[in-house]
């Protein structure tokens, strides 16, 4: 069972803020998920678990001028929700 | 001549295209009617474009000059999670609404130099979660069929759209189901291709090893027109299969096919009867039709709906860390950096996408790891290699495509886990990267409504083409 606690935890760990009130319905919710996927821990498997997610192979370019400096940036900005000459503008760091 | 978009097929109107009994100016126009006719009451388009007719020039040029391909002039609606440049492309959350396109999506590309006019964005669940298209930030969309229904979900516009005659084919996303039962749920015809058969550049990343761009259409014949157009290798997506690659190998083509059916999984509880003897019914005419059935043995076939809800959020939360309110999307203001993420975060995400990104976040922490991520990677593995075996047998695996025909509004939108089972039979493609398709197999009756459902088909890697075949019959002997 997940506890206020560890919800809390989570939340932290993925950067969201969660209300009071919404921590217990999350708590349940995310219970009753885990109670159906702990299935999988059932199941025997090979020992071999090594995490491979579909073939892997490396995609390489040339390492040229792929990137224009500067084409895309005012594009790309203008979707910042803040910005100034040219350069995403954030709040203090520490 | 009068065009009637809500049976249209893009067959029938290439080819009137082509006789010149009407143009793509005319074809647009009258679609488009029909789009804002039903729109209001549907709500399968966030946003229909004020510049259609200028593509639809495009392509009468295209068929005046000879250069027209099956496309060209063509109505079709595109899922508000692929980028179309210029374009708000929202995934259906309130984080991007104010989002412009900097670039169109390869598949989006691929659309427009083919000719087909893309008429609008069609609504989605917010970031493709979701099996009923109600967590759109544009509001639920409605089933044409029976508006007090879902579409499904997540492309649930997308079907929508098709089925109310409001675009003659359109693209959707499909994660877990997502392009195959809103499909079957609005009656027609829905692709997930092969893993690395379409390219993903300019989709928004929901979960990276199950995600693939798919169409739907009326017809298997308009399905496979709009497969042709997108399908390819690109170098700006990693995971896009080169020609020419090993894996590449093209099932032969036989008239008389063997499908095969999981018998176990099919018997499971929780599926609704009509929907069992409807799939018994098509799978005997099929039979009649020459071709053979046998039970098959996909002892792990069961766990993957388990797996997927383990891999699936772990990669959710992954990919959904971008949404940071810094460099584009909703953003609260705070003179600290980190107030602006958890502010950001809480209030531009809904219910689902926060639920799926925390649940990830369990899997993905150490302690867990091993028991839930890990795990279901090895069983995704054993599941592959039990369905590849089965292929070494058999043309093509079928079931129900979803477990039930279209549910109420707000039936399953409060108990996630029951919202999750709709995907039972469609979660194994994703997870097993093979392609798969729903056709639409009949009706079944609901308060005075008849509801369509859906068959689906299973084929192996890069054999779509079978996967044709089988759904051409499908039609042949249902007609």
Same mark, same amino acid.
């Given at each position: 069972m997940l506890t206020k606690e560890d919800i809390e935890r989570l939340a932290t760990l993925a950067r969201i803020d969660v209300s009071e009130e919404e921590k217990k319905g999350l708590a349940k919710d995310l219970d009753a998920v885990?109670?159906?996927?702990?299935?999988?821990?059932?199941?025997?498997?090979?020992?071999?678990?090594?995490?491979?997610?579909?073939?892997?192979?490396?995609?390489?370019?040339?390492?040229?001028?792929?990137?224009?400096?500067?084409?895309?940036?005012?594009?790309?900005?203008?979707?910042?929700?803040?910005?100034?000459?040219?350069?995403?503008?954030?709040?203090?760091?520490? | 001549m009068t065009i009637d978009p809500s049976t249209l097929t893009i067959t029938e109107a290439h080819r009137a295209l082509r006789a010149k009994e009407y143009s793509a100016k005319e074809?647009?126009?009258?679609?488009?009617?029909?789009?804002?006719?039903? /729109? %209001?009451?549907i709500n399968a388009y966030a946003e229909l474009f004020e510049d259609v007719i200028e593509s639809a020039d495009l392509a009468d040029r295209m068929l005046a000059d000879g250069s027209a391909g099956d496309l060209a002039g063509i109505p079709v609606g595109v899922k508000d999670i692929m980028l179309i440049k210029g374009k708000i492309s929202a995934a259906g959350s309130k984080v991007l609404m104010n989002h412009r396109a900097v670039y169109d999506g390869t598949v989006v590309g691929k659309l427009k130099s083919a000719g087909a006019v893309i008429l609008g964005r069609t609504n989605m669940d917010e970031f493709a979660m979701g099996s009923s298209s109600e967590t759109c930030a544009y509001?639920?969309?409605?089933?044409?069929?029976? %508006?007090?229904?879902? %579409?499904g979900g997540s492309s649930g516009g997308s079907a929508a759209a098709v089925a109310m005659g409001g675009a003659l084919g359109a693209l959707g996303s499909d994660t877990g189901g997502s392009v195959r039962q809103p499909a079957a749920l609005c009656g027609v015809v829905g692709l997930k291709p092969t893993y690395g058969a379409v390219s993903r550049y300019g989709l928004m990343?929901?979960?990276?090893?199950?995600?693939?761009?798919?169409?739907?259409?009326?017809?298997?014949?308009?399905?496979?027109?709009?497969y042709r157009a997108i399908a390819g290798h690109d170098p700006m997506d990693s995971t896009s299969v080169p020609e020419g690659h090993s894996s590449r190998r093209k099932g032969a083509q036989k008239e008389r096919l063997t499908i095969g059916i999981p018998e176990s999984f099919v018997a499971m509880d929780g599926?609704?009867?009509?929907?069992? !003897?409807?799939?018994?019914?098509?799978? !005997?005419?099929?039979?009649?039709?020459?071709?053979?059935v046998q039970s098959v043995d996909l002892p792990s076939l069961p766990h993957a709906l388990a797996v997927y809800y383990i891999l699936m959020p772990a990669e959710v939360s992954a990919n959904l860390a971008r949404y940071d309110g810094i460099r584009y999307g909703y953003s609260k203001e705070s003179d600290k950096l980190m107030e602006v993420y958890m502010r950001s975060r809480a209030l531009g995400f809904g219910k689902e996408a926060r639920r799926r990104i925390l649940l990830g976040t369990y899997v993905l922490s150490a302690g867990y790891y091993d028991a839930y991520y890990n795990k279901a990677v090895a069983v995704r593995r054993m599941i592959t290699e039990e369905l590849m075996?089965?292929?070494?047998?058999?043309?093509?695996?079928?079931?129900?495509?979803?477990?039930?025909?279209?549910?109420?509004?707000? !039936?399953?939108?409060? /108990?996630?886990?029951?919202?999750y089972l709709e995907d039972i039979f469609t979660v194994p493609a994703n997870i097993a990267g093979i392609p798969g398709i729903s056709v639409p197999s009949g009706v079944v009756s609901r308060e005075n409504t008849y509801l369509p459902v859906g068959v689906q088909f299973l084929a192996a890697p890069f054999c779509e083409d079978i996967l044709f075949a089988i759904g051409k019959e499908v039609e042949r002997v249902r007609a």
């Open positions: 885990l109670a159906y996927v702990s299935e999988v821990s059932k199941i025997t498997t090979e020992s071999d678990t090594v995490p491979r997610v579909g073939e892997l192979r490396n995609v390489m370019r040339e390492d040229a001028d792929a990137y224009p400096g500067g084409e895309w940036s005012e594009a790309i900005l203008a979707n910042a929700p803040h910005k100034e000459d040219g350069y995403f503008k954030v709040g203090q760091i520490f | 074809l647009t126009e009258a679609v488009l009617l029909r789009a804002k006719n039903k /729109n %209001p009451e509001g639920p969309v409605k089933n044409p069929i029976d %508006p007090s229904r879902v %579409p990343a929901m979960a990276s090893s199950l995600d693939q761009i798919g169409p739907l259409a009326k017809t298997v014949a308009d399905t496979e027109i709009l599926i609704d009867p009509d929907v069992r !003897e409807n799939f018994r019914a098509t799978i !005997e005419k099929l039979k009649q039709a020459g071709h053979k075996l089965v292929f070494s047998k058999v043309d093509v695996i079928t079931t129900p495509t979803t477990p039930s025909p279209a549910f109420k509004l707000g !039936e399953k939108i409060a /108990n996630p886990l029951t919202m």
